[in-house]
């Protein structure tokens, strides 16, 4: 029986749901497929309610976001877009943002989705790495595409929401196509997405996923949702859906399941979620630890705002116990964790319908996944031994592989497991406690950001000699980026050059990778084969030296 079809909390218990799932994943499988055929008919079943950037509220139904979508997917195939070609997104949360991703799916090609916050050298390292042929922009994201479209010989379409410049096509051409179109028939292993994430060495990779991967994430979403939707239910993240926050966790298995989203064409300020959750009686939302940490300092949120929020589900990093007992105690709303990644997701979490939650603990490992902790000799640690979580292959959310980076690809498997780079303690219930990274990732309100990419970026100012990224502890962002730097001979530190310096990362890589704190020394310590020691730094943060 399909996901969508299961009655989870039926089972009773996580015992006996663990014992008595199966995945039932069909042969052949298409993500815009699984929307349109449920509900292309309904006229008042509403899908959206955008809020957007001129303080305007529009309201979207499935079947006029839906004929939307068939009309960008004829416009994309007019374009030349055909099966596995790789389409890029750039765009804010919204109806067209939404239709895109139909579109894309239903053509059998593969959605490239990135954030509005990169600068001009992700976006070409990305669109590179993808060989993208076409990319969707909304006009106040495209004058960074522009900037590099020259280096993208592959880009041979660059589509603007908006005012669009010579060499350019607008997405408002799609209005004079039809809105009927037929999704193409593919399979549930063929590619539907490529994500990009950070690692710790070099530049971000891509994690090519097939259309199974809605069947894995529609268990979890019911689950840390806490399993119970009605008519009254209504779903929101101000996390963008370029990523699997905003995506995955929440516009996709939404849509799949027949219940409005809202979407907020603004930035997100913890007085602003508030008042778009109010106003949409959002019950359902999914918030990152900082996000959920700004939002507590605002007072009294439960007598200025009329809030219908009854569950929140976060991951990224952990929740502290605290934040746990204000959003019970001034919400009303439980708060699930969930753990994952990109490449492989949701493995270890919480449904408070089904198993008590432990705060400061992730939860207990989802159905359909085996999850184990293991040491270095590749065996599974006792109760309060410390491992790195892995999981057995064979859960649909896990990608099919590092797009064009076999080395990668194989790099993450050990003895029969994926390996995550995570390290955790399990307790003698089964509870998993997340611990860190086994590697130099660096976790900042929700972002992964690998120091590599950040060093090389700094470098390149002629008053940087040598540079090491490293997280530093943050009360509000769990961590943030932290930069120490050896100055080339004849340049002097201060804050003009440290200005100079985050404003460097800011335009060329991303607005959240920027270095919050940047320190001047005079060496850095190097490993016996001559490599940076970030961990050595980084341990040196900790304590305070």
């Not at 303080?55 to 068939?70: F, H, P, V």
């Not at 060989?131 to 909304?138: L, P, S, T």
């Not at 493995?347 to 989802?366: D, H, Q, R, S, T």
Request: aromatic share 8%.
């Amino acid at each position: 029986m399909r996901i969508c079809d299961v009655d989870l909390l039926g089972f009773g218990s996580y015992e006996a749901l663990v014992d008595g799932f199966e995945w039932d994943i069909p042969e052949r499988m298409n993500i815009a497929s699984e929307v349109f055929d449920r509900w292309h008919r309904d006229r008042n079943r509403i899908a959206l309610y955008v809020e957007r950037s001129d303080g305007g509220r529009d309201i979207w139904s499935y079947r006029r976001l839906i004929r939307l979508a068939k009309r960008y997917a004829n416009f994309l195939v007019s374009a030349g877009v055909r099966r596995g070609d790789r389409v890029s997104l750039v765009m804010p949360q919204g109806a067209e943002l939404a239709a895109l991703h139909l579109a894309v799916y239903s053509a059998g090609a593969v959605v490239l989705p990135m954030s509005s916050l990169y600068g001009p050298d992700s976006y070409l390292h990305i669109l590179s790495d993808a060989g993208a042929g076409v990319i969707v922009v909304a006009e106040d994201y495209a004058e960074k595409i522009r900037l590099v479209r020259g280096e993208l010989p592959d880009l041979h379409t660059v589509v603007i929401s908006g005012r669009a410049e010579d060499g350019e096509r607008s997405l408002a051409e799609a209005d004079a196509f039809p809105d009927d179109f037929d999704p193409l028939d593919t399979s549930s292993e063929d590619p539907a997405m490529l994500l990009y994430t950070s690692g710790s060495t070099g530049h971000p990779k891509g994690a090519l996923h097939a259309h199974r991967i809605l069947e894995g994430y529609l268990l979890t979403f019911k689950l840390f949702f806490d399993a119970a939707f009605d008519e009254d239910t209504v779903f929101y993240t101000p996390s963008d859906w370029a990523w699997v926050g905003g995506l995955l966790d929440i516009l996709l298995p939404a849509l799949v399941l027949g219940h409005p989203v809202v979407a907020d064409e603004q930035r997100f300020s913890a007085g602003r979620a508030f008042e778009v959750m109010a106003r949409n009686k959002v019950t359902h939302a999914f918030l990152t630890p900082t996000a959920l940490k700004m939002m507590a300092q605002v007072p009294d949120p439960a007598q200025r705002f009329d809030l219908d929020l009854k569950v929140i589900g976060s991951g990224g990093e952990s929740v502290a116990d605290e934040l746990h007992r204000w959003s019970e105690r001034d919400l009303g709303a439980v708060i699930n964790e969930f753990y994952g990644l990109t490449e492989v997701n949701h493995l270890v979490g919480g449904c408070a319908a089904l198993w008590p939650g432990k705060p400061g603990w992730m939860g207990l490992p989802y159905p359909g996944r085996t999850v184990a902790l293991l040491d270095d000799q590749g065996a599974e640690t006792a109760p309060g031994g410390i491992g790195e979580i892995a999981v057995r292959p064979g859960d649909p959310t896990q990608m099919i592989e590092y797009w064009g980076n076999p080395a990668a690809t194989a790099a993450r498997r050990r003895g029969g497991w994926i390996m995550t780079g995570d390290l955790a303690v399990r307790d003698a219930a089964g509870y998993i406690r997340f611990l860190g990274r086994d590697d130099d990732m660096i976790s900042s309100a929700g972002y992964r950001i690998g120091p590599a990419e950040v060093e090389e970026s700094l470098v390149r100012h002629p008053s940087v000699a040598e540079v090491a990224v490293i997280p530093a502890p943050d009360e509000i962002r769990g961590q943030v980026v932290k930069a120490m730097v050896v100055l080339a001979e004849g340049h002097r530190g201060g804050g003009e050059l440290t200005a100079e310096l985050q404003a460097q990362v800011k335009t060329q890589l991303a607005a959240y990778k920027y270095p919050r704190i940047v320190e001047y020394v005079d060496s850095l310590p190097k490993t016996s084969t001559g490599k940076l020691n970030r961990k050595l730094l980084a341990g040196r943060t900790l304590r305070g030296r």
